[in-house]
């Protein structure tokens, strides 16, 4: 799918999104466009005649599929070509200002020229140059000369040269295919990119030429091709149907019986510690929905003192599996003695923990029969009727754990049209007229879930006619290639997937089995890649939701607003992934330490192996554009495999190393001059270096989680497309006012330091969204009172009040003025004496509320009529000494959930909360004997979504 992101890159190339281009150069580019446009057109139009070729197994129509394979090898070597030409105008840039000296390494002349970069007889503008100086530098670069010489006329020279002996391999050829080292042939000239190559402009414009007309060579034989595709007439439309999330699942369809089974098998079954396993070969039949339906049920949650959901998956690792267990069932105070520690002390902690305790542990898709002798030694049977679930495709497992298993059939033909509609909004008087066509698309999906869950992702997108002749024709075409069923509606639905959404699809497989994916992370490396046509995060979200509605992706965690937290692809679509991956080119994954090493020729290398040396010290590929080192310990890297990463993958866009500990600043990193998103464990860093700051100015990520930051380089403020700063802790620099641009891109920054909260530097992050301040606020009162409201656009604001030596200071939360758009606001160890409410009710937007860990000290809250408008979420956490909470009439209008936590002394909660029409979940933790009662003998349980911890009512 790396044609779908080539041609994005191309738009935004000659927008002027990746910087001034000369006028030759996107000449050459536009030339490049027209012919790839009219590539990716046939490609869209033909696209489904390549169902068998979606997986590696089968290969059906080669002649479109060998134009498909000419295309996706044309945009590598497209982008890797412009990649080099942006390089060398970066590289160049990056010395601009230093004195003229020659470096015996690369022979690169450094001029000494202010804010303008020589390159023969013209000059370039360096990143420093307010917009007048750029716009004027941009018609410098566009007059003629001997250094650009007419496309025309290159053109003519290169056709001759092309066509004269097609023996001799075009410097394009060349250029990728040398096995030895990273170089080409140009007029006979040996040409290293990253050496030689930056001296000399007029050769990197010459290998995109030659590109140009390998694009019009394949171009020229599309027409030749014979081809079928499916009606695409349009009639009748449907809409998905929408659900607010707080507390409002999708409904299970069809499973009633198997849940009254599964519930009586967990609460009425053996005294003895047992487990159920609910086990079949077929994926995508609802294994795991059905799990999860038992698991969120309240007869679960009330008759089980703990539980936990964990995801085993094929690699599982049992340290990973522990402390998931124990962060579900064990409180935070204790946590920190056992997480990170050996695995028997783990086992051992969660043994005693779950002592006495009725636990609920639910295992879903576990692989290995194995996996019990790592595992059971840390449950204690109390003969309590603890319980656990194991959901799996492998029939030994089920024999190997001696369970009770749980046979799930197929959908009923009635519940499989039920559950169809469930998902899809029919407009009103369509409905008698598209019951034929429902009743035949139910028919169709044989009571697969996966299958009806994909129609009705389709049912969203195009009109229900388009469905038929396309299945129609898709069935034909699995027919004749003898695909099972199952494996073919896979590949139907991402044919059908918009040609946007598949790189985003795809991309999942940088991740591990298993692995929870923080939706933050995807959407920063989506952009990163050029998945995300306006970089925006906005749309990134709505990418994802739309592969969820269209059964890809699952979500796995939601935050208190509903949106989407974690996510995960469902476990039946990891083969159909890799093929997919595999066929496109598009991601190389290495599985194993062990594994040959991977290709040259790889955009992509994602690393799921726990190994510091994760590729051999001889492995080259040059036109490696994106790193990811996900394995699951932190492993030392070496300095010496760090400038190894700098040295030999120039064209990064990305790099994360994960957790991979480094000991100090890697100084190769800032020249990889071409890189968006930069994540890097480096505990002991305590300065982010100028030459970063100089260097990678099209960072938009720089993500340091372990990072503590207390000295930042004034030239952090030339980092113009910086959009996200993710520290333990970051100390920004005041403006230094020698530029002429704020952080205008930036939208996000953890963890802030209170000092860096002023005015002047708030009111230069205009777009700013989300901000997380940590330190001790209370020292800079003043401070902060003043500056919150200076980020106009902020939305999302968490305070954290911490100090060196663990004292801290109450903050004044009167005196703060709060950003006009605030909807969303976290206090933690605020140590506030005076009531808060009557000054946040008063904020007009908010909607998300948390005072999590001792932000009260009172002993009473109260809130008047009217306040808090908007307010959805609130959250009352470690308000160890509240006893009264006082609601006038139409307080928090829209409340919908509320979690105190915990409420030991509470008497009663306000009698005006049961009149909110809204309200639709409660969570206690702890609560005072008589209110236990009080609630327990409350009628609308259920209504209001009842829930006290640790253990039932």
Known sequence: MDVVVFSQRLKRLLAGDEGILPDEVKEVLRRIQTDFELMTSFMKEHQHNLIGNVLRAYESNPQIWNIKKQLIDYSHKSDSAIDIFLLNIMQRKSQSNSRVSSDADDGVKISTSTNKLNLGEEE??????????????????????????????????????????????????????SSSSWSFTVNGRKMEPFHAFEGDHVYAIKLLRCLMLEGEEIASKLPEV????????????????????????????????????????LIEGDDSLSAISIISELDGDGKTALAAEVYNS????????????????????????????????????????????????????????????????????????EFWKDFNQALP??????RVLITSKILEVGDHWNTYRLHIP????????????????????????????????TKFCLGWPLAILCMSGFLSEMDIQEIFSRLAFHCDAAKKLELPFHFWIPSFSYLNLPLNLRPCFLYFAVFPDGFEILTWHLYQLWIAEGFIHDNSEATAEKYLKHLVDAGFVQVIKRTSGGRIKTCNIHG?????????????????????????????????????FDASRFVPSNYSAPCLSSLLCLGSTSDNLAQIDCNYISENFKLLRVLDLGTLVLQQYPTGIQTLFL???????????????????????NLNTLDMPNTSIDNTADDIWKMLKLRRLNFKLIKLPAHPGKYCNSLENLNFISNLQPSSCTQDILSRLPNLRSLRIYGNLSSYQSTLSESLCKPLSLESLKLVNKSENSMVSSIKLSEYQFPPQLTQLSLSNAELKDDPMPTLEKLPHLKILKLKHNSYIGRRLACTSGGFP?????????????????????????????VIHPCAYLRKLPEELWHIKTFCKLELWWPRPQLKQRLKDFEDVERYGIQIYPSGI
Request: overall charge neutral; some cysteine.
């Open 124 to 177: 370039f503008p360096t990143p420093l140059m307010c917009a007048d100086q750029l716009e004027d530098s941009s018609r410098v670069m566009g007059k003629e000369d001997e250094s650009f010489p007419d496309v025309d006329e290159m053109m003519k020279r290169e056709r001759g040269f092309h066509n004269a002996d097609q023996t001799i391999k075009s410097p394009v050829d060349q250029f990728y295919n």
């Open 226 to 265: 014979n081809y079928s595709s499916p009606s695409s007439e349009r009639r009748l439309n449907v809409q998905r149907r929408e659900r607010k999330l707080i507390n409002n699942k999708p409904r299970l369809v069809g499973r009633e019986v198997e849940t009254k089974n599964l519930l009586d098998l």
């Open 298 to 369: 309240n007869y679960v949650k009330n008759y089980f003192d703990c539980r936990a959901w964990i995801e085993v998956s094929f690699n599982y690792n049992i340290h990973k599996i522990l402390d998931e267990i124990l962060k579900s069932v064990m409180p935070s105070s204790l946590l920190i003695d056992v997480i990170d520690k050996d695995c028997e002390l783990k086992i051992n902690a969660l043994r005693d923990f779950l002592a006495n305790r009725r636990f609920f542990i639910v295992l879903d898709d576990v692989w290995n029969s």
């Open 381 to 386: 049977d109390d003969h309590n009727r603890s």
């Open 410 to 441: 197929l959908l009923s033909e009635e519940d499989s049209q039920e559950m169809l509609l469930d998902r899809v909004f029919i407009k009103e008087g369509c409905r008698l007229q598209l019951d034929p066509v429902i009743n035949s698309l």
């Open 572 to 608: 039946y679509l990891r083969h159909f992934l890799f093929a997919g991956v595999r066929k496109e080119k598009f991601i190389r994954v290495h599985l194993r330490n062990e594994d040959k090493p991977p290709a040259k020729r790889v955009k992509r290398l994602s690393i799921h």
């Open 675 to 697: 890189l968006r998103y930069l994540k890097l464990n480096i505990p002991f860093l305590t300065r982010i270096p100028s030459q970063l700051c100089n260097n990678l100015l």
């Open 870 to 898: 908007k307010l959805e979420v609130l959250h009352l956490k470690s308000m160890l000494w509240l006893e009264e909470w006082t609601m006038e009439t139409a307080a928090m209008p829209n409340l919908e959930c509320l």
